[in-house]
């Protein structure tokens, strides 16, 4: 969980400080984590070519994308919870929509969650960017797309792997369009490369790995520390102000959304998952 939320910091202080571009940190990002998954996959054995999952591969290309111009104008916490927020809500409207039943207590908690996101983005003096939290609402919508995609995957790292090194060549046309405003630095290309290499491939294979030992209760719910851990390495690493406005906004939506777990998981029983709910 602590590599999934630096990939906000990382995102967060490479952009915010001008370090680089939103393309070019997009593009780094996903070379770096192509590189490492293809490394993490060649030393558990023979590489085995996986075919490309198209719709996969689009989902995970959007998530980077509007992850990276999002964080042109957020804090770090603010955009988690806003990240962690819309991939749940997506989770769980695929959840209703596939004709689950929730509880009242869940639709309480959806109440909640929506609140408290909506709560954040309302008009105020501590509101954040419109435009910011539209594009990480997108990339949260994006991100749970992918992992309803890709939840079924009989070897979700290979999958991911190879997700990521599709996503390789429309990141570089990314990189071509936005060509005009590239401006890349040493410190800004080592953060993007840290947060493809080590905070998302990395990150992604000790997840996986631990998966496997976690009901889909448990996975689900220890991930309601991202963006806690994320907003607590904004106060100290960014010096990011805490405002009321985040605080409540966090309290109704992590609140909500471990209600919704909560029953959800006594429906569920016990069996390992393989969800992919992270980011």
């Known amino acids: 969980m602590i590599a999934f939320a630096a990939n906000s910091l990382l995102c967060r202080m490479a952009l915010g400080q001008g370090m680089i571009d939103a393309a070019s940190f997009t593009t780094i990002r ?12 060649s030393m558990r054995g023979p590489a085995t070519r996986v075919p490309p999952n198209w719709p996969g591969v689009a989902a995970l290309f959007c998530y980077m994308v509007f992850f990276s111009f999002a964080y042109l104008s957020l804090a770090a916490g603010t955009g988690a919870l806003l990240l ?9 409207a695929a959840a209703i929509r596939a004709g689950e039943r929730f509880s009242q207590l869940s639709w309480l908690g959806l109440a909640g969650a929506f609140g408290g996101l909506v709560y954040l983005v309302a008009p105020g003096i501590t509101a954040p960017d419109p435009l910011g939290a539209l594009l990480m609402a997108s990339a949260g919508v994006a991100w749970g797309a992918y992992s309803l995609i890709g939840r079924r995957a009989g070897q979700p790292l ?42 998302s491939g990395l990150g992604y294979a000790v997840w996986y790995t631990a998966l496997p030992a976690l009901t889909a209760g448990r996975a689900a719910t220890v991930q ?30 992590i609140g909500g959304i471990f209600l919704v777990l909560a029953q959800r998981s006594r429906h569920v029983g016990t069996a390992p998952t393989n969800t992919r709910e992270n980011g």
């Open 84 to 92: 962690f927020g819309a991939v749940q809500m997506t989770m769980f």
């Open 30 to 41: 996903i070379a770096a984590g192509a590189l490492t998954l293809l490394l993490i996959v």
């Open 224 to 253: 309601l520390s991202v963006p806690v851990i994320a907003a607590l390495g904004g106060i100290l690493f960014l010096s990011e102000p805490v405002t009321l406005r985040l605080v409540v906004a966090s309290g109704l939506t």
């Open 158 to 199: 290979l999958a991911t792997a190879a997700n990521f090194v599709y996503s390789v060549p429309p990141a570089i046309v990314l990189s071509i369009v936005f060509f005009a405003g590239t401006d890349i630095s040493v410190p800004g290309a080592i953060l993007a490369a840290i947060s493809g290499g080590l905070a």
